[in-house]
């Protein structure tokens, strides 16, 4: 069983600044079945990012993916006020989902 | 494409929990089907998907108490889960995805589930 751990847990960040998110898998994983969400208070996740580095129809270019076997980015090029969530990566395989922990994205 | 759970808010323990996805904007038949699952100030947890063929995957954990289904005369699929109990509390969602089985793009907004005696 694959085991996804996200860095850090907590990312304290300024509006305006770069930020970037981290996700290690256990063993080497295919890159084109990792994806990112972001998600809000009380809301469902939104999807950011597939295949570790295509941006989802409707997200900004500010968000952007990378990596490969065992560790993928997830970049936030300037922190718009809005953009403070948490963060998920998914990897998919054997059938199955895995989700890493999150990082909590917060104001500085 | 549009995505609205509804089932049960609370449920006694070793009750089942029965929910429903209603899909709006979008044919059942074309897209990957998803549920996961979110306790209470925890990660997000899948459970399960199914695919336009039927076919069905679990999480391991999960998989002696979890069915997938998919009703195409309503556009709507289901999630059944045998035997609740209290770590069953969650925010279930349901999710889909035209293009992969991957990942879904498509969420619906939650439905707050409560096991307690």
């Known amino acids: 069983e694959i085991v996804l751990t996200q860095s850090p847990g907590t990312l304290p960040l300024s509006p305006g600044e770069r930020g970037t998110l981290s996700c290690r898998a256990s063993q080497s994983v295919g890159s084109s079945n990792v994806a990112w969400y972001q998600q809000k208070p009380g809301q469902a996740p939104r999807l950011l990012i597939y295949g570790a580095s295509l941006r989802a129809a409707g997200i900004p270019d500010r968000f952007s993916g990378g990596g490969s076997g065992t560790d993928f980015t997830l970049t936030i090029s300037r922190l718009e006020p809005e953009d403070f969530a948490v963060f998920y990566c998914?990897?998919?395989?054997?059938?199955?989902?895995?989700f890493g922990q999150g990082t909590k994205v917060e104001v500085k | 494409v549009q995505l609205q759970e509804s089932g049960p808010g609370l449920l006694k323990p070793s009750e089942t929990l029965s929910l429903t996805c209603t899909v709006s904007g979008g044919s059942i038949s074309s897209f990957y089907w998803s549920w996961v699952r979110q306790p209470p100030g925890k990660r997000l947890e899948w459970i399960g998907c199914i695919d336009y063929s039927g076919n069905t995957n679990y999480s391991p954990s999960l998989k002696s108490r979890a069915t997938i289904s998919v009703d195409t005369s309503k556009n709507q699929f289901s999630l059944t889960l045998t035997s609740v109990t209290a770590a069953d509390t969650a925010v279930y969602y349901c999710a889909g995805d035209m293009n992969s089985i991957a990942w879904s793009y498509y969420w619906g907004q939650g439905s707050m589930v409560t096991v307690s005696s």
């Open positions: 998914l990897h998919y395989a054997s059938s199955t989902w895995t």
